[in-house]
């Protein structure tokens, strides 16, 4: 059973700064195949970080990494813009593309002055 807990968010003013963090517990086979998606208000579920890549809005400006020692991956996000508001989660690359399969519950960013 895996279990994903995210937590750090908060409400910042643009061109801040957050850490989010995620715990992940359970059977993962490997933390560094790990990614963080971004679901704004009324639109779907996204992917936008992984080890090697970055969805273009966040390009320079999100870093992913992760400390395999705490099982715990991290999304060091600067220069947040209104638009990177919304619920964000981790999850395994893979096991995101199962239908049905279980998530955490997230951690809110609102950015807004």
């Known amino acids: 059973q895996v279990q994903l807990v995210e937590s750090g968010g908060g409400l910042v003013q643009p061109g801040g700064s957050l850490r989010l963090s995620c715990k992940v517990s359970?059977?993962?086979?490997?933390?560094?195949?790990m990614g963080w998606y971004r679901q704004a208000p009324g639109k779907q579920r996204e992917l936008v970080a992984t080890?090697?890549s970055y969805e273009e809005s966040v390009k320079g400006r999100f870093t992913l990494s992760s400390d395999n020692a705490k099982n715990t991956v991290y999304l060091q996000m600067n220069n947040l813009k209104p638009e990177d508001t919304g619920v964000y989660y981790c999850?395994?690359?893979?096991?995101?593309?199962?239908?049905?399969?279980?998530w955490g519950q997230g951690t809110q960013v609102t950015v807004s002055s």
């Open positions: 359970g059977n993962i086979f490997n933390i560094n195949h």
């Open positions: 080890s090697t």
């Open positions: 999850n395994d690359l893979t096991r995101a593309l199962i239908p049905g399969a279980s």
